[in-house]
């Protein structure tokens, strides 16, 4: 069955062509993942561990499954299109092409896809400033590629290694055990690495890299 094609309005979409790989500008860019989040000008997709916001409009091109039966529906109405809810739900795997607009991510065309894949997933190693910090989690604000804002927890226990400047002196005073807020402070900038585990982040080692502003 041949699928149609829909522009994203705020509130309804309409039926238009799918635009050409020249349409789309060199510039645009792709993250692929799942859908969290829908409202009414903007969509949530988990690309690997980050949440990419993305504002959408009438410019927004969807495709998915099922659209042109919902836009004969919504015509039938009186309506102008259907409602973004309509075709796309929360927990589908959908393909983002989007443009950087001064650090405002801006969906150009979501398409439904059939899973997550690997693309676009951040590799193992963050990197960011500290929001919040105890003795088991580290929470860091930082930007992903493609200009993306991203914020993630990490928990923290004693395998975890700390190295920054003090944490030599920091360990000594306290006979070689130190905790994650003895070094790691309200905005300092730092890196992470860290493996998953299963819905949570697991931070293997923080390096400080500076310390924030007193």
């Not at 306290?174 to 697991?202: C, N, P, Q, W, Y």
Request: overall charge positive; proline content about 3%; glycine content about 12%.
């Amino acid at each position: 069955m041949r699928r149609l094609l829909l522009a994203v309005p705020l509130a309804a979409l309409s039926v238009v062509g799918w635009p050409t790989t020249h349409a789309l500008a060199q510039d645009t860019k792709t993250a692929r993942g799942t859908l969290t989040a829908m409202a009414a000008d903007s969509v949530t997709v988990k690309v690997g561990a980050v949440d990419m916001k993305f504002s959408v409009d009438d410019k927004t091109k969807v495709e998915a499954p099922g659209a042109g039966g919902k836009a004969r529906q919504a015509a039938a109405a009186g309506k102008a299109g259907p409602k973004l809810a309509d075709v796309l739900v929360v927990g589908q795997a959908v393909e983002v092409s989007y443009h950087d607009m001064g650090g405002a991510l801006h969906a150009a065309a979501i398409r439904r896809v059939s899973s997550v894949g690997t693309a676009g997933a951040p590799g193992k190693t963050s990197a960011g400033k500290v929001t919040a910090v105890s003795a088991t989690s580290l929470t860091i604000a930082g930007t992903a590629s493609g200009g993306a804002t991203f914020t993630q927890t990490f928990t923290i226990d004693p395998k975890t290694s700390v190295t920054g400047r003090g944490a030599g002196t920091a360990a000594a005073a306290k006979g070689g055990r130190i905790a994650a807020t003895d070094v790691i402070g309200m905005g300092d900038t730092v890196s992470v690495s860290f493996r998953e585990e299963g819905a949570m982040l697991h931070a293997s080692s923080v390096r400080v890299t500076a310390k924030g502003a007193k």
